[in-house]
Each structure stands twice: as structure tokens, then as C-alpha cells.
């Protein structure tokens, strides 16, 4: 008997030891081969199993293996995989992955990303793998709304309405960037993501620097700079096709391809999918057209030339008017409802609808003048067509007051009467109509930078930045409704225009602009101390063209150049105190021109407002930074002093004539404290936390504020009592909580909570002419989302299934209000209840 247990004893033992032996521990660091700092969450998989792990935020990582001789391959979004055969324990020490897309260390250089623990700003970085897991039928911006200072909503609600603010800071007044070129609007410093539908599907990273940011260029990002990096072409061949279905008949069908890296250095990549559905709200269908294309070609080791086109040809139905709560309860629709649209002819008509088409295209060219310099050139244009729906004649007809041309109460526009009433009116023309504002635009530019590295510590960059753009605007009648002609008077070269469908009325005059920017920015790098120092200045230059106020024989017809100088410095320093420790800080002043809005704030070419001032922006950041095996952490203070905030306010006198007001040192100081965390608390399950806390306010009331009315005459004054009154329109305190867990390597599940409070409804500063209370402060909201993404083979392919639900739990609240002083009187936006959509995406 004992015999018989010493050989089961033996054998047990045999077993445990040939287990243990059949086992290996792979170790090693993975790092970006571009920046050379650590890759978070790097998947390091045993080839044909299940098994696997993933790089924490040191970018190590620990796998032990099923056998003993097995090959490990490291993967991550963006990068070119890595495997290795394993025999045994091994440490594969540094593993530097490389970028899966070619150029694409180039388009960073003008991009200006920044680098974590060396770039001493505020960051955060969206990468491809997260737009994808995130966006799903939401706004662009939204893939956002858990980075620390940002409140992205749906405005309206129609598709490509969305917009963001940034620490309090509207569009205009934070930077947008695609591949380091500007997008905001040359006249208005605006940006409409419709025209951006697409991009998501083409975006490589995002990046949002916060405050000063750290871009090269001399752009006045006053909130930030939003940084989106689109694909460039993949080093190897292939692609996907993909397909996303969601609620309210959302369809979304796609194809990406890139033929790789040929032999002799060239490369192609083209993507293009269509997108369409009925929209949440009502009234607010949607098609779109979206493409990209990127051809490469490596000339020599010297010389890289690159050219890429991306776009989206779009149109959507609007919702452009807010409501009081009480109309949003009195409708059968409730939050999606909306009043700006109804049938003609049994076909869904929109008052208020939004169609644009805006192209970019750019041709770079990438220069290693010498070991040491280099030089990188984008050459770019636009041709943007396009613009906005509305009324003509008497727009009465089309009030949600007016229950005669309503289905109902509260009912959609009963088009099919105005029609009829339009016919029966014969040779007097149509009583109402429907027109279309455009903004179409003409955009050129050149941005070049020289990067030279002077000793192996102080890198000199330098640039240049050109840009000329024509906006053209009119409005065109789009329908008629019935009528013979729309009668228009506006235009003195066509006195009593009877406009047929595509004739101007109303208006038609250009903007010109034009621009001349330069930075010269000196680095210092070594060890643990990283600092810049950036100058830069700018030259702005407005013209104004009028084919409607003045004969074509006028010489008023187009005005003198106006031309304004603006200039900024900024400079900061990060310290890295050792491994797991930073701290930065940056300081700044910049000037920006006014708006072309406040040089011809009368809306034509003699009332031109010679007293227009510079805006001027004082800002500084203090910043910490902990970095360990399972926790990485930011937290930051910042202040931003904003003067002679461009104000231009429009009056109507008592003789309903307009006259208008430009009103210098009106100021506001934007402040608060924000946190950023994620820590992987185990190989499979990630927990992500924000929080930002702000104080944004008026600074000063302003007071004795002159009135002139169309013949430039003091017509009268005003007072503006805004001192201390919180800034509108974004929230100011926001907190973010999610989890990511790893059920396998192949599937990954996500809950995400955030939480806006402290949003004061949106009010004009020159609206607040006696002592009065805050804006009204709408109810604080809290919104729970979830996503899960599952990898599998379909056939030889690899195949991915994303669904995602957006507020979980059908949560009522107010995303958007236009103050009225109270919750009765405000008028707002509801954010929309439960979304869905799930999506698969085959990659060959």
C-alpha cells in the first residue's frame, strides 16, 4: 500500500512539475518609437488562446504563458503589430512599436502634439480605438464630455448641430485644428461640425490641450485647442468595411482601404461612407456623404510628399427655436418636439434646415534638410457651399403661436394652406416663402515649420501661416410654395425683384479676409527639466463687399482694407521630480482681432467702426502629475483674464430704425481647478475619474455706453450691470466616473457617469441694463452610458461588434436655456432620452 501511494505521490508530482515546466513569464516595457514614453494598455496576447494581458502606465506588462514555446503578439490602435517566439522565461526588455500609418510623425511636427510629461500643459488624448467605442450615434464633440473643462450637447438637436464649450469658452474662442491646419471660421471664429460629419471615421487621435495649449501656430485659443489628427495612409495593406444601425432608423454603412507601403514609397489610402436616418427630434432627417483620401509618396530619404481630401456633403433638418418647458409638456412629442417643420404634399418640409458641403484638400511636403533641421510645408484650400433654411414674406404664418397654419395645437406647419393661399394670390406673388441663407466661402492657406535642433538640448522651430478667405453671403428663395414670385426691393441695381426659385434677395455681400501669422518658439530638454519660450504675431486684414446697398458704379460698393496687429508670447516649464512625480506651469498674454462682426457692425460699408479694439487674454496654469504602476493622476488650477471681449449690440428705435453699439472693456475672468485619474485596478477592469470645478464671471459693469444710430449720430446711451454675474451657457462644475473591464482580450465593457451642475442659462451681456439677478440656473443632470465591443473570427476575417446605449436610464434634463429669468419664462433645448446603436466592422 505504501508503495502504491509513493508511485501516486510521484506521478502527481510529475505532472505538477512537467505543468510548471510547459509554463513561461514573458516580461518587458513598450514604448511609442516617436515620443519614447510608456504605452498604456498595449494588448499582449498569446497566439491561437484566449490568454493575455495588457501594458499598465509605465507601459510594462507580465503575461505568463499556457506553454513554453509559444509566440506572444503585442497590439495596440495606431501601431504595427510585434511578435515574438517565446521558449522559456524571457524579458523582451524595451519594445518600441511603431506607427501602423505612414507620415504620420511628420503631420504631428505641424500639428503641435502635445507630449505627456514634457509639454507643460493641460492634456487629454482620445485615440482612434475610444472614438470608436464611444461615438456611436452621438455628435463628434461628445466623445468629449468626460474631459475635464468641456460641456458638448446637441444644441438643436439636428445632425452635425453640436457644439462645445471649453472652460467656459465658446467655438469662436477655442482653436480647432485638423492635421495643425485651422478650421475655425475666418469671419466669425465659429466651427460647424456638420461639415465635419465624417471625421470621425478618418480621426487617428484627438487631442485637447486646454488653455494656452501648446500649438506653433499663431491661433488665439482662448479656452484651448482641440487637436484632431486624421489617418494618413497605414504602412501595410488593407482595411475594413463596417456598418452602424441605431434608433430612429440610423443607418451608417462604410469602406476603408490602403494599399500599404510599396516598394518604391508609395501609399494610398481612401475611406467613404454614407450616413442617413429620421433624427431623434422631429422634423430632423438626415443624409450624408463622407470621404477621405490620402496618397504618400517617399521620394528619398529627404523628401515626403503627402496629399489628402476628406469631407462630408450633408443636409439635415433643424431645430432652431427653443421653447419654454410648458410648451415641451403641452406637446404629445415632449423633449422632441419641434415646430419648425410639417408636410407639403404628404413630403416631410422644413422651415429650418441646414445643407453644407466643405471640402478641405492639402499638399504637404516633408523636408529632412540635414541630420539636425527639417521642414514641413501644408498647402491648403476649401470650397465650402452651403448654408441655412428660413422664412420670407409673412413669417407670421410660420409662428407656433398661430394655430391656423397648425395641424393641431402645437401640430406641425400646415405647408399645404399656405400653398393653396400662395396660388389663390396669382400675379401678387407668394404672401410666404421659403428661403436659404448661404455662407458659401472661398479658404487658402500656407503654413510652413522649421524645426532645427541647435545642441541636443535646445531644438528652434519657426513658421509662417498665410491665409486668404472670401465668405459670400446671400440669401436665395428655395420655394416658392405655391406662389408666382417673391417680391424683394432690397437690391438697388434690381429695384422690385419679382425672385423666382435661386435668385438673391435680401442681401448679397462678401467678406474678405486675409491673414499673415508667424511664431518663433526655442525648447529646452534635458533630464528631468523641459521648457519653451513661444512669440508670435499676426496681421488681420477685413474688407467688404455689398452688391445690394450700393450701385455697381459706386466705388462704396467695396471698402478699404481694415487691418489689425495682434501678437501673443507664452512660455512654460514641466519638471519631472522622478519617476512618478511632475509638475509643469505656463504663462501667456495674447491679443486677438475683433471679429469682422465688430468692424462692420452696422452691417454695411459706411458705418465702419474705427474704434474696434484687440481682445486681450492674460492666462496661467499651475500643474501636478503622478504616474505609477496603477494609477495615473492630473490636477490643475488655471486663471484666464479676458478683455475688451468683443461686444456689438443691435438696437431697434422707437421709429424701428437700427442703430448700434460698440462696447469696449467689457471683461470676464474664467478660473477653476481640474482632476483627471485612471487607475487600473487589475489586469481587467480600468476605473476613469474627472472632475472640474469653475468660477467664470463678468469682471466689471460698463457704463455709458453710446448708441449711434444708421447715419453714425448719437442716438442715445446705455448702461451694461454685469459685474460679478456668472458666464452662461456651459456648466460650470462637471464630474466623470467610468469603468472599463476586460472580460477577455477580445471583449471589453464600459459604464460611463457624468454629471454637469452650476449652468447658468445663456444671456447677452448688453441685455443687462439695471441691477438684476443671476441668469437662470438650470437643474444640475446626471447621465449614465455603456458600451461593449467584442472581437471574433468571421470566417478568415477579424471581425468587431460594438452596441452602445447613451443615457441608460431615459434621464429628463435641460442640455441648452436661453435666459428669461426664470424656469417659466427661460427657453431651451432638452437633451435626448435613450439612444442606441450597434455596429460591426469587418477588417481584410
Do not use: C
Not at 77 to 86: S, Y
Not at 202 to 227: C, D, E, F, H, W
Not at 331 to 343: A, I, P, Q
Not at 687 to 712: H, L
Request: glycine share 10%; net charge negative; hydrophobic share 35%.
Amino acid at each position: 500500500m505504501k508503495n502504491t501511494i509513493k508511485v501516486m505521490f510521484f506521478a502527481v508530482a510529475l505532472m505538477f512539475s512537467a505543468f510548471t515546466m510547459a509554463q513561461s513569464t514573458v516580461t518587458g516595457t513598450v514604448v511609442d518609437s516617436e515620443t519614447k514614453t510608456p504605452l498604456l494598455g498595449v494588448n499582449i496576447i498569446e497566439s491561437g488562446t484566449s490568454n493575455g494581458t495588457s501594458s499598465d502606465f509605465d507601459g510594462k506588462f507580465s503575461l505568463t504563458t499556457k506553454s513554453s514555446k509559444t509566440t506572444v503578439v503585442l497590439s495596440y490602435v495606431g501601431f504595427l503589430d510585434q511578435e515574438f517566439e517565446i521558449s522559456g522565461n524571457k524579458n523582451l526588455g524595451e519594445v518600441v512599436l511603431q506607427p501602423s500609418e505612414f507620415n504620420l510623425q511628420e503631420v504631428s511636427i505641424i500639428a503641435s502634439v502635445a507630449v505627456d510629461r514634457k509639454t507643460p500643459v493641460a492634456v487629454s488624448t482620445i485615440r482612434a480605438k475610444d472614438i470608436e467605442l464611444k461615438l456611436g450615434t452621438q455628435e463628434f464633440p461628445e466623445v468629449l464630455k468626460s474631459t475635464p473643462g468641456v460641456y458638448a450637447t446637441k444644441s438643436g438637436g439636428g445632425y452635425g448641430d453640436g457644439r462645445i464649450n471649453l472652460r467656459g469658452f465658446s467655438s469662436e474662442n477655442v482653436a480647432v485644428m485638423i492635421n495643425g491646419v485651422p478650421v475655425n471660421d475666418m469671419e466669425n471664429g465659429q466651427v460647424y461640425w456638420s461639415n465635419w460629419a465624417g471625421l470621425g471615421d478618418v480621426t487617428s487621435s484627438m487631442q485637447v490641450q486646454r488653455g494656452l495649449g501648446a500649438s506653433k501656430v499663431a491661433v488665439p485659443s482662448i479656452g484651448g485647442t482641440i487637436n484632431i489628427i486624421s489617418k494618413t495612409t497605414d504602412v501595410e495593406a488593407g482595411g475594413n468595411v463596417y456598418t452602424t444601425l441605431g434608433n430612429d432608423g440610423f443607418q451608417k454603412f462604410g469602406v476603408t482601404y490602403s494599399t500599404g507601403v510599396s516598394d518604391k514609397g508609395f501609399a494610398a489610402t481612401v475611406s467613404a461612407s454614407k450616413t442617413d436616418g429620421d433624427g431623434y427630434v422631429d422634423g430632423t432627417d438626415f443624409n450624408a456623404i463622407s470621404y477621405f483620401l490620402n496618397l504618400s509618396k517617399e521620394i528619398n530619404d529627404d523628401h515626403k510628399i503627402s496629399f489628402t481630401a476628406f469631407g462630408a456633403k450633408q443636409r439635415h433638418g433643424q431645430r432652431q427655436n427653443r421653447h419654454s418647458i410648458a410648451t415641451y409638456r403641452a406637446s404629445e412629442r415632449g423633449r422632441k418636439f419641434n415646430s419648425d417643420w410639417g408636410y407639403k404634399d404628404g413630403q416631410v418640409t422644413s422651415q429650418e434646415d441646414n445643407f453644407y458641403h466643405k471640402p478641405q484638400i492639402s499638399l504637404n511636403h516633408y523636408w529632412n534638410i540635414s541630420d539636425n533641421t527639417s521642414l514641413s510645408t501644408a498647402a491648403y484650400a476649401s470650397f465650402g457651399s452651403g448654408g441655412g433654411g428660413g422664412t420670407g414674406g409673412d413669417g407670421s404664418k410660420f409662428s407656433i403661436n398661430n394655430d391656423d397654419y397648425r395641424i393641431g395645437t402645437l401640430g406641425t406647419i400646415d405647408f399645404d394652406k399656405i400653398v393653396a393661399e400662395n396660388e389663390a394670390a396669382g400675379v401678387n406673388g407668394s404672401e410666404s416663402f421659403l428661403r436659404a441663407s448661404r455662407n458659401d466661402h472661398k479658404w487658402f492657406g500656407v503654413l510652413t515649420t522649421l524645426k532645427t535642433d541647435l545642441t541636443e538640448d535646445i531644438v528652434l522651430l519657426g513658421g509662417v501661416d498665410f491665409r486668404s478667405y472670401k465668405g459670400i453671403h446671400f440669401t436665395e428663395v428655395t420655394d416658392l410654395l405655391g406662389g408666382q414670385y417673391a417680391a424683394d426691393n432690397a437690391n438697388v441695381n434690381n429695384p422690385n425683384n419679382q425672385a423666382q426659385v435661386g435668385d438673391r434677395i435680401f442681401y448679397d455681400n462678401d467678406g474678405k479676409v486675409s491673414w499673415l501669422g508667424t511664431f518663433a518658439q526655442a525648447e529646452y530638454s534635458k533630464d528631468k527639466l523641459s521648457t519653451f519660450l513661444s512669440v508670435s504675431g499676426s496681421t488681420t486684414g477685413y474688407r467688404r463687399v455689398d452688391r445690394f446697398l450700393y450701385l455697381d458704379s459706386d466705388d462704396l460698393q467695396e471698402t478699404d482694407a481694415y487691418n489689425f496687429f495682434a501678437y501673443g508670447v507664452k512660455g512654460g516649464a514641466n519638471y519631472n521630480i522622478d519617476t512618478n512625480h511632475n509638475v509643469f506651469a505656463n504663462l501667456g498674454y495674447i491679443e486677438r482681432a475683433p471679429f469682422f462682426s465688430a468692424v462692420f457692425a452696422n452691417r454695411n460699408n459706411v458705418d465702419v467702426n474705427d474704434d474696434a479694439e484687440n481682445q486681450k487674454i492674460t492666462s496661467f496654469e499651475l500643474g501636478y502629475g503622478y504616474r505609477s504602476e496603477k494609477l495615473s493622476a492630473n490636477i490643475n488650477v488655471y486663471h484666464t483674464t479676458w478683455k475688451d471681449r468683443t461686444e456689438v449690440a443691435r438696437f431697434q428705435l422707437q421709429d424701428e430704425s437700427i442703430a448700434f453699439a460698440n462696447i469696449l472693456g467689457v471683461n470676464a475672468v474664467h478660473q477653476g481647478v481640474e482632476l483627471d485619474l485612471k487607475y487600473k485596478a487589475t489586469d481587467n477592469l480600468t476605473v476613469t475619474g474627472m472632475a472640474s470645478i469653475g468660477d467664470w464671471r463678468w469682471q466689471n459693469n460698463v457704463e455709458n455706453v453710446q448708441i449711434f444710430n444708421e447715419a453714425n449720430e448719437l442716438v442715445d446711451t446705455v448702461d451694461l450691470i454685469i459685474e460679478d454675474l456668472h458666464v452662461g451657457d456651459a456648466a460650470q462644475t462637471t464630474f466623470a466616473i467610468g469603468t472599463v473591464y476586460k472580460f477577455s482580450p477580445e471583449t471589453t465593457f464600459t459604464i460611463d457617469y457624468n454629471y454637469f451642475a452650476d449652468l447658468y442659462a445663456e444671456f447677452d451681456p448688453s441685455d443687462r441694463g439695471t441691477v438684476g439677478p443671476e441668469a437662470w440656473k438650470v437643474p444640475s443632470y446626471g447621465i449614465f452610458d455603456t458600451a461593449i465591443r467584442h472581437g471574433f473570427k468571421f470566417g478568415s476575417l477579424d471581425a468587431t461588434l460594438t452596441a452602445r446605449m447613451n443615457n441608460v436610464f431615459d434621464t429628463e434634463y435641460i442640455a441648452d436655456a436661453q435666459d428669461g429669468g426664470d424656469a417659466a419664462s427661460s427657453s431651451v433645448y432638452y437633451g435626448f432620452g435613450r439612444t442606441f446603436s450597434v455596429g460591426m466592422k469587418l477588417n481584410f
